[in-house]
């Protein structure tokens, strides 16, 4: 299995940047797609956007569109989130999650997933 460890998150103004990373220890990190989900207090977790294991294939959900990136080192077994333009609606904890997956396909639910990180506050202010 993989153990996902998030970091990075924090306090922001509307309009700032943040880069969350979530480092992966275990078996192989290129063998998992992963992905990155959130949950604002009294929602439910949501997807943000994922990657195929080989960081060919990307995928956002329309919040967060054209503002947040995903990208993965794996031979430093990181997976980055870089955050722009952000909004007082993006403030939740993020969560990474890895699935064992070689398909072409993002996964995007959170039943695809088979790990998942502790999560990290992120918190934007207006």
């Known amino acids: 299995q993989v153990q996902l460890v998030e970091s990075g998150g924090g306090s922001v103004q509307a309009g700032a940047s943040l880069r969350l990373s979530c480092a992966a220890s275990?078996?192989?990190?290129?063998?998992?797609?992963m992905g990155w989900f959130r949950q604002a207090p009294g929602k439910e977790r949501e997807f943000v956007g994922g990657?195929?294991?080989?960081?060919?294939?990307?995928y956002y959900a329309d919040s967060v569109k054209g503002r947040f990136t995903i990208s993965r080192d794996n031979a430093k077994n990181t997976l980055i989130l870089q955050m722009n333009s952000l909004k007082p609606e993006d403030t939740a904890v993020y969560y990474c999650?890895?699935?064992?997956?070689?398909?072409?396909?993002?996964?995007?639910?959170?039943?695809?997933?088979?790990?998942w990180g502790q999560g990290t506050q992120v918190t934007v202010s207006s």
């Open positions: 999650a890895a699935r064992s997956a070689f398909t072409p396909v993002v996964p995007t639910t959170q039943s695809e997933f088979e790990y």
């Open positions: 275990g078996r192989t990190f290129s063998r998992y797609a």
């Open positions: 990657i195929t294991w080989n960081g060919v294939r990307e």
